[in-house]
């Protein structure tokens, strides 16, 4: 690869150095992503918490089911707070009502964030996309009908909508498949395809008036190649942030509803996969405000990390997706 | 303008109308009637259920309950006519006896001033955060432009930023913690809320994200007017830096801030339900809260109503104030 060193003089520029071998799009920005430190460390704690909840059975320290009668609310070893309990140092953060050992229970709770956060942004993404391009791209009465029903949808006030259907639909079959995720799911991409929708269809409408598409449909290019190989790699990069600040806002949902406790209902079986959720902690920790804190501020502080993380990430995706857009948001 | 208005007034019927009839048909769809708690067991005997049912038009087929509940019917055993959601009328509680959903939400106790309501105090908390958020966060973005990339930039973007992310009721729960369990500055548990110094809490919690989207929005529109022309040359005509500050530029940059306080004051009066439950705040959210425990599903409903009503409401808002200060926008027929 080396190639000889100009003799004579140091002046003249290596070609190399001017003409540097290109980098496709994607390569471009990922290392400017990279630069970012900010989004560098929110990708470091998203890491963190998807291995948390991957390795939860592997990681937690104790069984997050197991009840200890005589253990019940002990204090962290590293605060012992205004209780006349001795901690124990095996409890790291100490334990719940039912002696159960907190730090376990939030490594569990990290499965249902981390799963309420990825997977229904998956079916946000597709329902969205879907939609937003068949509006884009037909038009018309389509567009009209499309729109108007996400104008719709845009008008009810989303959490309240959450509520409700996890209020009414909680006892029904599918309100206890899974102990209710499936149903959240379900509610959570009703109500978020939405916006997704409206960013595809404003890219679609946009992208559509471009010369490269008005070259492939000259040259007798369908519209379904149109769709999927020239305006959807185009809308990919508004497509990807959004959807680093969709994820966020779904696993603060989940903590609101389970903080209400109309979310995940918490499990006693050890066979299950999600045991409980970070909200649903929440709920248990607002009764012994004083006696063990943590059972309240360990999970506070897991969704306050993750949703910062997310939004490091997201700005720096934002500006490492489109420059043009930096710093003006 | 005037057709424009009246087109977006018409709007919003079919979309309160269908907001009615999605929380209408979910709530509808639950399993257990109303009067159980338990919707594994029957708390109310057959003979009572029935009578309740009757009373309370649940009896009649859905369509003609939900046209009940819109525009009004005859009620099948005192023979009056009571009209709907279009009087205003939002039904009889399911579990508050004797009280309607609009007297709970909206009446004051005996003596008191409407403002005394839990509408009343949920919206004196939403314009208290919202005031706290735009007197505390357009003064933040306009220095952390006026001082872009500086120290005083990154903190307060640092601020920002984390304002917007997390979440108020995560932000709640560390106050509560730090000021209340441990440190013992303020009460955890209020029970007389007419004295002021009791809403700080609430309103710091509830308004902390707004402030922060103002600081950062404000920054960046300042940020935008900052290398326009005409600031340029109102500097070389020799303005005071104040002037060229406050009436060439902030004038400028206001424009989207002002138009996201409608949304944001929505925003505020809406999304309180989880801080007025946590501080036990007598609002309107908490009543929501509490309604939802004891599944009185006339409350839910009217609450939700109420709540899409403020939405669209501050939705429209926003295009017509638009109109108003920035003279750049027409309105397209």
């Known amino acids: 690869m080396t190639t000889s060193q100009p003799v004579a003089t140091n002046k003249i520029v290596d070609l190399k150095d001017v003409f540097r071998p290109s980098k496709s799009l994607g390569q471009e920005a990922w290392s400017r992503l990279i630069r970012n430190k900010a989004s560098v460390a929110g990708m470091f704690i998203v890491g963190f918490f998807i291995f948390l909840a991957i390795f939860a059975s592997v990681i937690s320290p104790k069984d997050p089911l197991a009840l200890n009668a005589g253990k019940r609310f002990l204090p962290p070893p590293f605060d012992q707070g205004i209780t006349n309990i001795k901690s124990e140092p095996d409890h790291l953060l100490g334990t719940d009502s039912l002696g159960r050992d907190v730090l376990s229970r939030v490594i569990y709770g990290a499965r249902v964030s981390m799963v309420v956060g990825f997977l229904p942004t998956a079916i946000i993404l597709l329902v969205g996309t879907t939609i937003g391009m068949i509006s884009g791209y037909i038009g018309g009465r389509v567009d009209n009908v499309l729109m108007r029903i996400t104008d719709v949808i845009y008008a009810f006030p989303d959490l309240l909508f959450f509520i409700i259907v996890m209020v009414a639909l909680r006892d029904t079959f599918i309100g206890q498949f899974m102990n209710g995720l499936v149903l959240l799911f379900a509610a959570l991409a009703i109500v978020n395809w939405v916006g997704v929708a409206r960013l595809i269809r404003g890219q679609v409408l946009s992208l559509k008036q471009k010369e490269f598409v008005e070259a492939a449909r000259c040259i007798g290019v369908k519209d379904t190649r149109i769709m999927f190989r020239h305006i959807l790699p185009n809308s990919l990069g508004p497509l990807i942030v959004s959807a680093a600040f969709q994820i966020p806002g779904l696993i603060i949902t989940e903590a609101i509803l389970g903080y209400l406790g109309v979310g995940l209902r918490p499990s006693t079986d050890s066979t299950d996969f999600f045991i409980t959720s970070w909200g649903a902690l929440m709920l248990d920790g607002q009764t012994a405000i004083n006696a063990q804190p943590y059972l309240l501020l360990a999970p506070a502080i897991c969704v306050a990390l993750i949703v910062l993380a997310f939004t490091f990430l997201g700005d720096g995706l934002r500006d490492a997706l489109d420059p043009r857009m930096r710093g003006t948001q | ?333």
Not at chain 2, 126 to 151: C, D, E, R, S, Y
Not at chain 2, 184 to 204: Q, T
């Open chain 2, 1 to 333: 303008m005037t057709t424009y208005l009246i087109r977006r007034l018409f709007w919003l019927i079919p979309v309160l109308i269908t907001v009615s009839a999605v929380t209408f048909i979910i709530m509808r769809s639950a399993p257990g009637g109303p009067w159980d708690t338990d919707p594994e067991r029957r708390q109310v005997d057959a003979a009572t259920a029935k009578s309740l049912a009757a009373f309370y038009g649940l009896d009649k087929p859905m369509w003609r309950q939900f046209y009940a509940y819109v525009i009004g019917d005859t009620n099948s055993q005192t023979h009056k006519y009571v009209c709907g959601l279009l009087c205003g009328n939002l039904g009889p509680s399911y579990r508050q006896r004797g009280r309607t959903v609009q007297d709970i939400l909206f009446a004051a106790p005996e003596g008191k001033t409407r403002w005394q309501s839990r509408f009343g105090y949920s919206v004196r908390l939403g314009v208290m955060a919202l005031l706290m958020a735009v007197f505390i966060g357009i003064p933040i973005g306009i220095i952390a432009a006026l001082k872009q990339n500086t120290f005083v930039d990154y903190i307060a973007l640092f601020l920002a930023t984390s304002g917007i992310s997390v979440p108020s009721f995560v932000l709640a729960i560390f106050l509560i913690i730090i000021f209340g369990a441990k440190l013992h500055w303020i009460d955890i548990i209020v029970d007389d809320w007419s004295e002021i110094r009791y809403w700080f809490m609430p309103m710091i919690v509830l308004g902390f994200g707004t402030m922060a989207f103002t600081a950062r929005l404000t920054r960046s529109a300042m940020l935008e007017v900052l290398r326009q022309d005409y600031v340029r040359t109102a500097r070389a005509k020799g303005l005071a830096e104040r002037v060229v500050v406050l009436r060439h530029m902030l004038k400028n940059a206001l424009i989207p801030v002002i138009t996201i306080l409608g949304p944001a004051l929505a925003g505020l009066v809406t999304g309180s339900f989880i801080i007025e439950t946590m501080f036990s705040f007598p609002g309107m959210g908490r009543a929501y809260v509490q309604a939802i425990g004891q599944r009185d599903y006339s409350l839910i409903m009217g609450t939700t109503v109420v709540y899409a009503l403020l939405v669209a409401v501050a939705n429209l808002s926003v295009d017509i104030v638009y109109v108003f200060i920035d003279p750049r926008i027409r309105l397209e027929e």
